[in-house]
Structure formats: C-alpha cells, structure tokens
C-alpha cells in the first residue's frame, strides 16, 4: 500500500563536514548564507536568496587520503552521492568559478536531454553537481491542434 500523503517538495540535503567555518566559509561564497544553528545537533541550516535550503552536519572526521568514500573508491558503498542544483547560466559560473578558484572536477557537459552539468568538490571532497536547464525538444504530442 502507498503512503497517503503527497510529497510536495524537497525541503534541504544533510552535507556532512569536517570544519564548521572551513565549509560554512565555502558555501558562503556558493550564495548560502546561515539561517538557523542546531548546536545539540552539531549542524547549520544554509540557505541561497531563491530558498534552495542545504544543512551543513559539523561532526565529520577528514579523511587523511582526501578521498570520498561514496565516489572515489573501488567498492560502492550505499549513500547520497551528491545534490544537484538548478543555475541560470552555468557557463557564468563557471567563469565565476574559475576567479574565485574552485577546482571544477568535471567540465561543462550535456547529460541527457535536459541540462548540462558541472561538478565541483567542497573542502571534505563532498560532490556538487551544477545544471543548466534545456528547453524540452518538442514532440509531435506538442504540436497545437486547429
């Protein structure tokens, strides 16, 4: 049986850090800024002037090998692998990216039909995936009936 209730919309991802001012600092320059701080709970809520909200977990341990353990090792362990967020004009942040130096870990690209994407790493090499979106090709189901 499916659950009752309509799923309405994505509320924030959980990113887990090593060094609360070191990531608070990082996401700052991405267009975050902090809203709420939940010292019993060692996190942050982070939110960008459109209302795309992430939380920022403070109790990670750095990994001395600098690698991420969902992405960069042989055996795929289960887990979120990254979030995804929407910009207007993914090649201005790539340009802007590249003044601020912030590494970009994957060009400019399509992916699929719908967007092209950019990927970029935190300072705990947390994964950040960038699109633009595409406008849809039309379908013969798109054309407009006299």
């Not at 990113?15 to 709420?36: H, K, W």
């Not at 403070?58 to 960069?72: K, M, Q």
């Not at 406008?135 to 189901?141: H, L």
Request: without cysteine; proline residues 8%.
């Amino acid at each position: 049986m499916k659950q009752p209730q309509r799923i309405r919309q994505y509320d924030h991802v959980g990113i887990r850090v090593s060094d609360r001012q070191e990531a608070v600092a990082f996401y700052e320059q991405l267009g975050f800024e902090e809203v709420r701080h939940f010292g019993q709970y060692e996190a942050n809520e982070m939110e960008t002037a459109d209302g795309v909200r992430i939380n920022l977990i403070f109790n990670a341990t750095r990994l001395p090998h600098g690698r991420n353990v969902l992405l960069d090792e042989p055996i795929k362990l289960p887990g979120v692998t990254h979030p995804a967020f929407v910009v207007d004009d993914l090649y201005a942040l790539k340009d802007w990216l590249d003044q601020a130096g912030i590494p970009i870990t994957e060009e400019i690209h399509r992916l699929g039909p719908r967007r092209i994407t950019l990927f970029i790493r935190d300072p705990d090499r947390n994964v950040l995936e960038f699109n633009q979106l595409l406008p849809e090709p039309a379908t013969d189901n798109d054309t407009p009936t006299s």
